[in-house]
T-cell receptor, first 109, second 114 residues
Framework: GQQVMQIPQYQHVQEGEDFTTYCNSS?????IQWYKQRPGGHPVFLIQLVKSGEVKKQKRLTFQFGEAKKNSSLHITATQTTDVGTYFC?????????FGQGTRLTINP | ETGVTQTPRHLVMGMTNKKSLKCEQHLGHNAMYWYKQSAKKPLELMFVYSLEERVENNSVPSRFSPECPNSSHLFLHLHTLQPEDSALYLCASSHRTGAGETQYFGPGTRLLVL
């Protein structure tokens, strides 16, 4: 069945450093979504990418969708303490949305 | 707020108890989901209901019993749970179309089984 792998599982950075998490699907996706879960909170939708090679930005966050529509990345420039949390990608297949395992980001102020 | 509410927010139960988790969505969505979130499996899909019919059951033990009486409400009935069932139980809803879906999560019920 459809699988979505996300790496790394954990990432610790110094405040101000950049951060990237990667997502790979075993099948071609119709879209990919990113969610953020703050510590003690619940996943919240961030963005959806639909087109091959699409790049979207939200302030310091840059989201990319691969040309083959099987992989994606989220890059945060100059992390801030408010960026802590777990970032999940979710790949939309033919039948369902499958979540990756998430990347937990911690930041040293 | 996401428009998805869950009660209770915290629950402690013994292994012989019976309890129910409730989820309500106010977004007009046509699909609802139960997820289990623990340290071992960050986001584990349990059940999916679309148009009030169960469309997915990911090999969940029978001690978890879902119920979807209408498109706005979803329950998870719990009985004779095990300590390893302690986790955060998240409900989500979405508007399922042929093009896909975006899921909106509730705040979760943090369950501790003693």
């Amino acid at each position: 069945g459809q699988q979505v792998m996300q790496i790394p599982q954990y990432q610790h950075v110094q405040e101000g450093e950049d951060f990237t998490t990667y997502c790979n699907s075993s099948t071609t996706l119709s879209n990919i979504q990113w969610y953020k879960q703050r510590p003690g909170g619940h996943p919240v939708f961030l963005i959806q990418l639909v087109k091959s090679g699409e790049v979207k930005k939200q302030k310091r966050l840059t989201f990319q969708f691969g040309e083959a529509k099987k992989n994606s990345s989220l890059h945060i420039t100059a992390t801030q303490t408010t960026d802590v949390g777990t970032y999940f990608c979710a790949g939309q297949g033919a039948q369902k949305l499958v979540f990756g395992q998430g990347t937990r980001l911690t930041i040293n102020p | 707020e996401t428009g998805v509410t869950q009660t209770p927010r915290h629950l402690v139960m013994g292994m012989t108890n019976k309890k129910s988790l409730k989820c309500e969505q106010h977004l007009g969505h046509n699909a609802m989901y139960w997820y289990k979130q623990s340290a071992k499996k960050p986001l584990e899909l349990m059940f999916v209901y679309s148009l009030e019919e169960r469309v997915e059951n990911n090999s969940v033990p029978s001690r978890f019993s879902p119920e979807c009486p209408n498109s706005s409400h979803l329950f998870l009935h719990l009985h004779t749970l095990q300590p390893e069932d302690s986790a955060l139980y998240l409900c989500a809803s979405s508007h399922r179309t042929g093009a896909g879906e975006t899921q909106y999560f509730g705040p979760g019920t943090r369950l501790l089984v003693l």
